[in-house]
């Protein structure tokens, strides 16, 4: 790949990603979707910038990262699933908070909802989702670490500070949580950014050669 389509690839994989946070409000199946293409496009262009800047980490840790978030994703929705299916977790959860409910979800909108709940009949319902919660952080935050090392390759060998910057917001909005992900929201449209501004880097003059040492006569 040429240095133009890498960053083309990894801009437009950048802007997917945010695309696709947003898209989290309206749709999670839309959320997962743009955010494996465009995850995919990125690792592309890194692979890329790798390759023309001859730097393997750059391309390393984005696979790493990579492949992190696969198995996260993989291992959330397994548990979420779980939850929801194939035990009463949610439908008990539900039962407390919409006293009237029994089962039937398309009943669920006529139902008055329980406005002082007992805070020890919601407890118990707490645990197994936080646990889900808890390993989706820690994937994000490997996912962002190694994210971090790989822009950071990136930001050293192109002299873009924009990608350090994006990959910074994305390292501590990975650890702090709930806001942090206004920073990670914010540090992928940096990164987008960052990618756009990547220019060739110029062509290193030949040096002059040396007149011929003369022969003693």
């Known amino acids: 790949m040429t240095l133009e389509s890498s960053k083309i690839l990894g801009g437009i994989g950048a802007v997917l990603l945010f695309v696709g946070g947003l898209a989290i409000l309206v749709q999670p199946l839309i959320t997962l979707f743009l955010g494996f293409i465009g995850a995919l496009l990125l690792l592309f262009g890194l692979k890329g910038l790798a390759d023309y800047y001859k730097e393997k980490g750059i391309f390393t840790n984005g696979l790493y990262g990579f492949i992190t978030l696969i198995?996260?994703?993989?291992?959330?929705?397994?548990?979420?699933?779980?939850?929801?299916?194939?035990?009463?977790?949610?439908?008990?959860?539900?039962?407390?908070?919409?006293?009237?409910?029994?089962?039937?979800?398309?009943?669920?909108?006529?139902?008055?909802?329980?406005?002082?709940?007992?805070?020890a009949d919601i407890v118990p319902f707490i645990g197994?989702?936080?646990?889900?919660?808890?390993?989706?952080?820690?994937?994000?935050?490997?996912?962002?670490?190694?994210?971090?090392?790989?822009?950071?390759?990136?930001?050293?060998?192109?002299?873009?500070?924009?990608?350090?910057?994006?990959?910074?917001?994305?390292?501590?909005?990975?650890?702090i949580p709930m806001l942090g992900l206004i920073l990670m929201g914010i540090g992928i449209l940096l990164m987008a950014i960052a990618f756009f501004q990547i220019k060739p880097q110029p062509e290193q003059p030949m040096a002059a050669m040396s007149p011929p040492l003369s022969t003693p006569v």
């Open 128 to 175: 197994p989702i936080l646990a889900i919660l808890v390993v989706i952080w820690i994937f994000v935050f490997v996912v962002a670490f190694f994210t971090w090392r790989s822009l950071k390759g990136v930001a050293s060998k192109s002299n873009v500070g924009l990608f350090s910057t994006a990959g910074l917001l994305l390292l501590v909005g990975a650890i």
């Open 71 to 119: 198995v996260g994703a993989v291992v959330s929705l397994v548990g979420f699933v779980y939850l929801f299916f194939y035990t009463s977790y949610v439908t008990d959860l539900v039962a407390v908070l919409y006293p009237g409910f029994t089962g039937d979800w398309s009943t669920l909108p006529n139902l008055t909802v329980n406005s002082n709940p007992n805070a």
